[in-house]
């Protein structure tokens, strides 16, 4: 069974950088063709695709994120690390972890509300 | 960008009657092996998004066969033979070609 699970602050300031865990089982990111991907939910809005690690360690970003964000791996902790600098209140939502399997998400962890918030 | 456009915004449908959702991306999601790279996914009230289908027609594991997918090219739907109340929600379709990847704006399914 392949599970995925946020974890992180729920509460940021303003300015302030925010990171993300992604903790996962059931599969390896040693894998080829697999990944791990974070995609956001801002409050009654749709899904926006933030970010993307591959089983290499290529990495794709959101072109309008991009200066903001870095993503690294931990293949033995099993874990994906999304950090996301000088973060604004347009940055509350919540940040979901799925597996990549090449042209799909599946599945998705449970997601984490991270507000920011002075 | 390529841009995703779902249609209606907004669908009332009534148990044991079918539905389509329609999505339309601006430029063509077929690869160069042939398959179109777009899923549908479905976010339930309260839950995580979870994948429906994937290269525009392969049920995801688990998913009922009421649930198909087509289309090629730029313009794709989904069907629910047979709405039932579980399939309430919101149904994102996403193209998965190239980065960035991008969400259709989803489509709230109600029951009437």
């Known amino acids: 069974q392949i599970t995925l699970k946020e974890s992180g602050p729920t509460l940021v300031r303003p300015t302030q950088t925010l990171t993300l865990t992604c903790t996962f089982s059931g599969f390896s990111l040693t894998t080829t063709g697999v990944g791990v991907g974070w995609i956001r939910q801002p409050p009654g809005k749709a899904l926006e695709w933030i970010a993307l690690?591959?089983?290499?360690?290529?990495?794709r970003f959101s072109p309008s994120l991009k200066s903001r964000l870095t993503i690294t791996k931990d293949t033995s902790k099993n874990q994906v690390v999304l950090t996301m600098t000088n973060v604004d209140p347009v940055d509350t939502a919540t940040y979901y972890c799925a597996q990549w399997l090449g042209h799909e998400f599946d599945p998705w962890g449970q997601g984490i509300l991270v507000t920011v918030s002075s | 960008d390529i841009v995703m456009t779902q249609s209606p915004l907004s669908l009332p449908v009534t148990p044991g009657e079918p539905a389509s959702i329609s999505c339309r991306s601006n430029q063509s999601l077929q690869h160069r092996s042939g398959d179109n790279y777009l899923d549908w996914y479905l976010q339930k009230p309260g839950q995580s998004p979870q994948l429906l289908i994937y290269l525009a027609s392969n049920r995801a594991s688990g998913v009922p066969d009421r649930f198909s997918g087509s289309g090629s090219g730029t313009d794709f739907t989904l069907r629910i033979s047979r709405v039932e109340a579980e399939d309430v929600g919101v149904y994102y379709c996403m193209q998965a070609l190239q980065a960035p990847l991008t969400f259709g704006g989803g489509t709230k399914v109600e029951i009437k």
């Open positions: 690690i591959y089983w290499d360690d290529d990495k």
